[in-house]
């Protein structure tokens, strides 16, 4: 009787491994390698100097292609080119805006398909002139969300698979970030972390020398003290994208 329970209990164990195998690597073709994105409210400005994943059980790191055109690309700082992504122009530029305007970079090289373990994204605020790192874990209910498959929302792939193998990061003017999954013109809210490490940027600053309070200026706009209730409100275009919470997908 001992002997055929054991045996019960390592079959499982073996079921369970090949399970999450599939999990975190699913054979479907469909799905993509995953990538890091930023989104960034307008007015206060900030950059990304790195961001990677890291898989902890298969030991690799793999790099994100740079960031520069986060903030130098001049369709992603100009304002009503936002508006019009998001098809709504009243967007007056302190909410994180997610669609065209983020920046979503592939992996260095081909890119894996096998989701991290944890990821680190190093940036950097104008408005604070200070540098964060945010390390944020992928969790089983993360990794699973990503592997659930969407039908395809173009008429072009009908009848295949969509996955959501996007990580959009939201950055907020105080170090927070709040986490989205992006993928089948659908955005799956994960949460708000706090920055893992804080430090005074390098080099002269100043409100004179600030893009934030040059872009805040040029918009007539106020952003000192920070209005929160604006500030946390999330923009994007409702008649193409649709908004959930990773609990209503993935139950805990």
Same mark, same amino acid.
């Given at each position: 009787?001992?002997?055929?329970?054991?045996?019960?209990?390592?079959?499982?164990?073996?079921?369970?491994?090949?399970?999450?195998?599939?999990?975190?690597?699913?054979?479907?073709?469909?799905?993509?390698?995953?990538?890091?994105?930023?989104?960034?409210?307008?007015?206060?400005?900030?950059?990304?100097?790195?961001?990677?994943?890291?898989?902890?059980?298969?030991?690799?790191?793999?790099?994100?292609?740079?960031?520069?055109?986060?903030?130098?690309?001049?369709?992603?700082?100009?304002?009503?080119?936002?508006?019009?992504?998001?098809?709504?122009?009243?967007?007056?530029?302190?909410?994180?805006?997610?669609?065209?305007?983020?920046?979503i970079p592939n992996q260095v090289g081909t890119g894996?398909?096998?989701?991290?373990?944890?990821?680190?994204? =190093?940036?950097?605020?104008?408005? #604070?002139?200070?540098?964060?790192?945010? !390390? @944020? +874990?992928?969790?089983?209910?993360?990794?699973?969300?990503?592997?659930?498959?969407?039908?395809?929302?173009?008429?072009?792939?009908?009848?295949?698979?969509?996955?959501?193998?996007?990580?959009?990061?939201?950055?907020?003017?105080?170090?927070?970030?709040?986490?989205?999954?992006?993928?089948?013109?659908?955005?799956?809210?994960?949460?708000?972390?706090?920055?893992?490490?804080?430090?005074?940027?390098?080099?002269?600053?100043?409100?004179?020398?600030?893009?934030?309070?040059?872009?805040?200026?040029?918009?007539?706009?106020?952003?000192?003290?920070?209005?929160?209730?604006?500030?946390?409100?999330?923009? =994007?275009?409702?008649?193409?994208? #649709?908004?959930?919470?990773?609990?209503? !997908? @993935? +139950?805990?």
């Open positions: 009787m001992k002997r055929s329970y054991r045996a019960v209990l390592i079959l499982l164990a073996l079921v369970s491994t090949i399970s999450c195998a599939q999990q975190i690597n699913p054979e479907d073709d469909n799905f993509r390698p995953w990538r890091i994105g930023v989104a960034i409210p307008w007015t206060y400005v900030s950059g990304v100097s790195q961001a990677y994943g890291i898989s902890e059980a298969e030991n690799w790191t793999s790099m994100m292609l740079p960031y520069g055109q986060l903030v130098l690309s001049e369709s992603r700082r100009d304002i009503n080119k936002i508006r019009h992504s998001l098809n709504d122009k009243s967007y007056e530029g302190y909410g994180i805006p997610l669609g065209p305007s983020n920046f894996k398909k096998t989701l991290p373990d944890e990821l680190y994204i =190093y940036w950097n605020s104008d408005f #604070t002139h200070t540098s964060y790192a945010t !390390v @944020v +874990k992928v969790t089983p209910q993360i990794k699973s969300a990503m592997i659930k498959a969407y039908p395809h929302p173009s008429w072009r792939f009908k009848g295949q698979n969509c996955y959501q193998t996007d990580f959009v990061f939201g950055l907020l003017p105080n170090g927070k970030t709040k986490l989205w999954l992006k993928g089948c013109q659908i955005y799956t809210y994960v949460g708000e972390f706090e920055p893992t490490k804080a430090v005074p940027s390098s080099g002269s600053w100043s409100k004179d020398t600030s893009s934030s309070y040059y872009s805040a200026k040029k918009e007539r706009l106020k952003i000192e003290p920070i209005p929160w209730d604006k500030v946390n409100q999330v923009w =994007y275009d409702k008649e193409k994208y #649709t908004m959930q919470n990773i609990d209503d !997908v @993935v +139950k805990l």
